[in-house]
């Protein structure tokens, strides 16, 4: 059974710029949920989604926003990108609340 | 203030040598705890989901257990295998999610 595919695995971006990244859960999940982990800040929560609607999200600033397909993949978007967005960022994908298997991760650098 | 807050940051321990890992959390509504496993340069490994006071869960070496204000990831007799970082997660009202900062566990052979 496929795990929660992230991609891509490494970015480099300059500041201003936006990105974009990818999360495919794993077949049958319909929920997907975003993080991001700095070694300061930790593991802290962007948004989830769940059937194409955006159940829950974090304290984080509008210029990231996330949708959801039909298919549950998922997207998450960064615009006008600053220093501290460096981090990785991490995607899950769950059944039931909680047991989330996660991806291994885009990280994030920004010059 | 919503808080979930692990301590010691980092711990080493030898070969065997039994320990504990705290995790307090200070959040009202609380729907469920969660412990992951994370490894350098992976996502998190789901390990236990405990709901209630007095739940425990256990897998190999690990026990995990809760109380009304933290909870415990027991390590027993542990092996090098078992370094990495523990991480401890909050859901509770509105569906909210709070993590802890983890603990860095080493375990010397």
């Known amino acids: 059974k496929a795990g929660v595919t992230q991609t891509p695995r490494y970015l480099i971006k300059t500041r201003g710029q936006q990105v974009t990244l990818s999360c495919s859960p794993i077949?049958?999940?319909?929920?997907v949920s975003w993080y991001q982990q700095t070694p300061g800040q930790g593991l802290q929560f962007l948004f989830e989604?769940?059937?194409?609607?955006?159940?829950n999200k974090g304290n984080f600033p509008g210029r990231f926003s996330g949708r959801q397909f039909s298919n549950s993949r998922s997207e998450m978007n960064v615009s006008t990108l600053e220093l501290g967005d460096s981090a990785l960022y991490l995607c899950?994908?769950?059944?039931?609340?909680?047991?989330?298997?996660f991806g291994s991760g885009t990280r994030l650098t920004v010059v | 203030e919503d808080q979930v807050t692990q301590s010691p940051e980092a711990l080493r321990l030898q070969e065997g040598e039994s320990s504990s890992l705290n995790c307090s959390y200070t959040?009202?509504?609380?729907?469920?705890l969660f412990w992951y496993r994370q490894d350098p340069g992976k996502g998190p490994e789901f390990l236990f989901t405990?709901?209630?006071a007095g739940e425990e869960k256990e897998k190999e070496r690990l026990k995990a257990t809760l109380t009304k204000k933290e909870s415990f990831l027991h390590i027993t007799a542990p092996k090098p295998e078992d370094s990495a970082t523990y991480l401890c997660?909050?859901?509770?009202?509105?569906?909210?999610?709070?993590f802890g900062k983890g603990t860095r566990l080493h375990i010397l052979p």
């Open positions: 899950a994908s769950s059944l039931a609340l909680g047991g989330y298997t």
């Open positions: 077949s049958g999940h319909r929920s």
């Open positions: 989604y769940f059937s194409e609607t955006q159940r």
């Open positions: 959040v009202s509504g609380l729907r469920g």
């Open positions: 405990l709901y209630s």
């Open positions: 997660a909050v859901t509770f009202r509105d569906d909210k999610i709070i």
